[in-house]
């Protein structure tokens, strides 16, 4: 029965009426239209805030950032993307809240009442819109969290305010957008509905797989630009991005206001914001879908190609660590380890050994190189394969780090330690090289099958960084998880070091595949004196340093039985690993 | 019929309503002057659509309105009287997570009341007003009906309105808060205009000047009490036995008959008539017609 429930347009009734009383009485002291939206935005915008949809969303997005931050070490260029992924989640939560919040009335039977009132349904609405101010402190709780977790953990690189204001605005647009749909469609399930959407939206950016992806609400796992050593200028478009989201909030608030006007004027005016708002998001969208510069796109591929090119060197102790500008902190955290195998070794390898940072990217990508000839595309490619960070060949003097994958803190970082140090040892005693990993078929790592220098490499690693004893045991597995190789038709037992999967060091799997004849041996010398282990290994070092040389050998030198390993069933037709033999 | 009073405050001249194939409201003509006005009717009578077009949330379909002069055809003259207006509708919802006070504060704000020193003590004066006082803090969801309706009630005060509408106010208020709520009408400060609909003929006598009879549709009377049940003396009657010659025969609470007809039933002796005598004859003659 309710008619005109909005009354007039926005715009029109409190000029017209400011100084008329027919009836002659006493104009009640009332405020200006204005100052009934701020006061009601003000409400609605505390409600906001204490909004349990909007509290869940922010400890939802919270826990987004955390698990896509990971421990690893935070590069800002990709963190601020991440942030706006946690921002997505409120931005959900603030839809489905905005939704609730303008469908209040009409769910709860009082649209009669609100049709009395003289604040009308687009002063509501506007005051509703207004009011999204109050999820902005939820959004900015994530992006002072999240920042505080980042320089905490060693931040690289530095925010960019047009990401994390890009993030803001997400959650706006979203609000707006559930405003929208709250003056049409009152049920829960509505903003619901408009929360899985917006989650569907983003959640499939990679499906198009070329520049459009950076039109779609957020995108933040799709691309490679995160894992480059440096933010690639203007990529991912962040700035125009913003601007489109402001777009979109903007014309999500005229699609509400939309259905509350009546007069022709108050229609025109938000006809004309309405386009304006279209044109926007249009330009911002042709900015982002402009190709990159063939320039930024050759010095890109020119730094991952030839790292040396952009990379700074440092030597220390005779070893050369290789990291892209912007690392240098990284260098205390690589020395450590290194040093302490170097330490405690009787020589070193004639060859010195580089620490190098490497970047993976994958080419073609029509995200990368859109836009352009594809000449120049299979030149980018080709010159991008023969990258340190793709090579499937090791050199036998270089540990590559890819970037990225270096933890800021804690377990893992522990772990990284292990797997630097016992790569450092490898190369010590041999093991890491191209003769070595890739003598066997189809690029899988060697096997260093009864040799003594694996468990003294082993042992090296556990002496420099002291992993702990159970997290060792862990890597001999149990059940369906024993790790294993076979070689020469045999199954062999083998061994994950702690962290074997994490990725700190490359290429994976392209050191020895280690065994857990080897590990035991290197347990149970760990329970030796080291003087007396290091005495015997110093004795006669290029010994221990031959293929040939068995772990029986090492063990009847040290005194100490040998550790036995329990068989594995024959293998079926599986990839045969070969032996180590440099 | 039109109430003939001196400086009509609001006016209805040939008020329509249809809802498919019902006539609500037939060339309906009304005029209301300062104080109360109670209006009586059956369920389906146009109480309230008559009511909410007083209230400018429906319109008619034919014939106008005016309150204190404006046109509520007219956007800026609707917002106008809006802002005079304080309105229950007879169904009202109400949002069950909001306390009392922040609800009454949410809908002084939509009454334009933007100064928050006045808010709240506008707040706290309608909440004395229907003695929810200590209820403030309460969530709407822990309050009883009859609490909820004193909670509707307080909302259509928040302003001092100049003109109050009130669908079935007493509905779901236990004896003594319709006698507070009496008492609460009549001591409203500014002389409002109020119009009260209700089913409970004793309040109309108990505290409106004037009372309006609408039945389907139409105004069937208009005046005071005294006349409305002037307009059954000799047509009721008390009586031991009941009367199956009586248009309506009932027991009342003294265990006797008491009969509304044209002639005295054997043995009946005649009473002086009510306000519900006089509805209840007027209702009976309309649906005769």
Redo the contacts between chains.
Sequence with gaps: ????EG???IS??????AS??????PA?S??PRM??V???AK?EASFLVRSLLVVAGLLAGGAVVWVTIGSKEPLWWNVGWRIGAGQLVIGMAVLAAAQLAVG?ARR???T?????????AGT?TLAHLVGLAGAAPASLLLIAAADAVVQLRGAIGAPSIAVLVGGLLLVIAAGAAGTAIGTRFPHPMAGVLGALVLFLSSGQSHLPGAAELWLYPWESFSDQLGGLPGPLAGYPPAAPHAVELAGLAALAGVVALAVTV??TRARGGLAAAGTVAIAVICLAGAVQVRPIPTGDLNQLVNEVADPGSAQRCTTASQVRYCLYPRFGSLLPSLEAPVSEVLALLPARPAQPLTVRQVVYLSLPDSTLTHGHLNRDVSRWTARVQQAPGNATVTPATAIYLPVGNWPAAGGQLADAHFDLALATAEWAVRLLGPSGSLSGGGGMPCVPLNQAREPVAIWLAILATHPPAGELQDGLGVGTTIPAAVVRNTAIRGWDYPGVGGGYVTPPGGGPQTTAAGYLLASAMTRLPQQKVSHILADDWGKWLNWHTTDAQLAAALGIPMPSVSTLPAPANGPEAALCTT | MTLNVCSA?VRADGLSRR?GSTLALDEVDLTLERGITGLLGPNGAGKT?LL?IL?????PDAGRVSA???DPR???????I????G?L?Q??????HFTVAGFL???A???????RRRRAEEVARVLAAVGLERRARTRIRALSGGLRQRLGIA?ALL?QP?LLILDEPTAGLDPEQRLRFRELLSGLPGDPVIVLSTHQADDIAAICPKVVVLLQGRVRFAGTPAELAATATARVWAGDQRNAGAHLSWRGGDNRWRHIGDQPPPGAEPVTPTVEDGYLLLSQAASEQ
């Excluded at chain 1, 029965?1 to 005109?4: E, L, Q, V």
């Excluded at chain 1, 029109?12 to 009426?17: C, G, K, L």
């Excluded at chain 1, 008329?20 to 009485?25: E, F, I, K, M």
């Excluded at chain 2, 809006?82 to 207006?85: A, E, G, K, S, T």
């Design positions: 029965m309710t008619s005109r009354g007039p347009a029109d009734a409190d000029s017209a009426v008329h009383d027919p009836a002659g009485l009640p009332r405020a100052r009934t701020l006061a009601l409400v209040r709860n039977g009082m009669d009442l609100y049709a009395s009132f003289p604040a009308t509501r009546t007069s | 405050a809802y659509t909410s209230a400018t949330v429906s319109e204190f002069g404006l007219d956007g800026a003259e609707r917002v106008e809006r802002r005079r207006l309105y509708p169904e009202l919802g109400y949002y069950r504060d949410y809908v704000i939509l009454k334009e009341i933007t100064d909302q302003g100049d």
